[in-house]
């Protein structure tokens, strides 16, 4: 269902497709956490924009945000608000090693800034499985966020 401030008389954006890749590049919907994620976000600019965003945010099943990114936070998506009419496909990869071993949702945000906000909650479902690392199988697994972190022990006694 397609929520948000909807322009219904005079769209300017519309969705077209949500979908889930990968790193070969086939549609899927169960990852392993050592692999990456790539999220395709098909939509239509039916007028040219000025400042146009796009919001990824993963959640869990009662739709809280788990991780959330936004096309402008990639240093080389900055400075490209604008976008001519037509139809565009963006991709956001979640690189390995971000999550545990869950189901989550992926919700979307297609924003022309104080124009028109489409949001789609929980418009597609992943399972992601997690196999511990270093040959350890940790019986932490089940979190929804699990990155391989630095760790440092020093002998102080």
């Not at 037509?86 to 949702?105: A, D, V």
Request: glycine share 6%.
């Amino acid at each position: 269902k397609m929520e948000g401030v909807i322009r219904r008389s005079s769209p300017t954006i519309r969705l077209k497709e949500v979908a889930l890749f990968n790193e070969q590049g086939l549609p899927c919907s169960m990852f392993n956490a050592d692999n990456p994620i790539k999220i395709c976000v098909t939509y239509e600019c039916l007028v040219d924009t000025i400042d146009l965003r796009i919001a990824v945010c993963i959640v869990d099943e009662e739709n809280r945000n788990i991780l959330i990114s936004q096309n402008t936070d990639d240093s080389g998506e900055a400075g490209h608000y604008e976008r001519k009419k037509g139809t565009y496909k963006s991709f956001c990869t979640i690189p390995p090693n971000t999550f545990g071993q869950k189901r989550l949702y992926i919700s979307i945000h297609l924003v022309n800034i104080k124009t028109e906000h489409l949001v789609l909650t929980k418009i597609m479902m992943f399972d992601v499985i997690f196999q511990g690392y270093n040959m350890q199988y940790g019986e932490w697994r089940e979190a929804f966020l699990r990155p391989q972190l630095k760790w440092n022990t020093d002998f102080i006694g």
